[in-house]
Structure formats: structure tokens, C-alpha cells
């Protein structure tokens, strides 16, 4: 399956285009509120040797490190990052709708492969994919840096739904 425009809808309204110092010439990486930095519609800022850049004390090694700076190439890396959540989820081998892909879609893209493939959710959704019990499970990933964000519970909300659409 591929994700809909439903999906790259959602993920765009919930990652908004990072432009993290608008004194700056192009987009530029900001914080996300687990504390890494991130570009485009939220791509992890990488190192040179590609780990993951955290904390405000490495802000301009984000800022070095960063490869996104037009809406251009935010696009485009918002359409390879999509891809290859598409491809985690189809190797799944799960039987699911067109709303239920775009809404897992959407988790990997903001959570990783791995914390879904150790979730309850998914356990569920192997079992039994309409389960109403799978809308909880969805609002439990609501935390960053273990404080409720509201932001992730709007997103999980908008995931459930499109989930069940």
C-alpha cells in the first residue's frame, strides 16, 4: 500500500515545516520536545556520523549538521521519509485498510519501527484490527521526555481517527 494524501495531511499538520531561527536565510532545524533537533516536516538532524543530535547545548552542530533549507527539499525529503515508513508497515504483512495504513504510517513516522513493533497496539492489531480496544492504545503514546505533550495527544487522537475512517 502507499500512504494517501490523508496521511502526508496529517503528518504535515502535526510536524508544521521547521524553521527553527527565523533571522536566518532558509529553514532551519529546531527542538522538538523531547529534545531533538529536527528539520523539514521533522526529520531527525543527524551527525557525520549519524546519531541523533539532542539538547540546546548542540545547536549549531545542528545547524552545521542540517540539510534541509527550502520547502523544496523539505518535500522531497517528507516523500523519502514517507516511502520507507511505508515499506516498514507493508512488511508487516498486516490486512488493513487505507485509513488504518495512513494512521500507522503516521505513528512510524513519529515514534520509529521499533516502539511499534513492541507495543500492545500492534499486538491488537494482529489479533483483531477493528478492536475498539485500539483507540487506547493509540492515546497511550502521548509522552516526550515523560511529560504529557499536547500536541501528541491531539496527534494520537488524529491518528484514531483516521485509524477507524
Request: charged share 25%.
Amino acid at each position: 500500500m502507499k500512504a494517501s494524501k490523508k496521511c502526508f495531511d496529517l503528518i504535515k499538520h502535526f510536524e508544521s515545516l521547521h524553521d527553527g531561527d527565523l533571522s536566518r536565510i532558509g529553514l532551519q532545524p529546531k527542538m522538538c520536545p523531547a529534545g531533538y533537533w529536527t528539520e523539514g516536516y521533522g526529520a531527525l538532524v543527524l551527525d557525520a556520523a549519524g546519531r541523533k543530535i539532542k539538547g540546546q547545548a548542540n545547536k549549531e552542530k545542528a545547524y552545521q549538521h542540517s540539510k534541509i533549507k527550502t520547502i523544496a527539499q523539505a518535500e522531497i525529503a517528507l516523500a523519502a521519509d514517507v516511502k520507507l515508513r511505508e515499506s516498514m508497515i507493508n512488511g508487516l504483512k498486516l490486512s488493513l485498510t487505507q485509513g488504518q495504513f495512513d494512521a500507522l504510517v503516521s505513528f512510524v513516522y513519529n515514534l520509529g519501527l521499533g516502539n511499534l513493533q513492541s507495543s500492545t497496539l500492534l499486538k491488537i492489531i494482529k489479533k483483531t484490527p477493528n478492536s475498539p480496544l485500539i483507540r487506547s492504545e493509540f492515546m497511550k503514546w502521548k509522552y516526550a521526555d515523560g511529560r504529557v505533550q499536547r500536541g501528541l495527544v491531539l496527534r494520537r487522537k488524529a491518528e484514531a481517527d483516521l485509524y477507524y475512517s
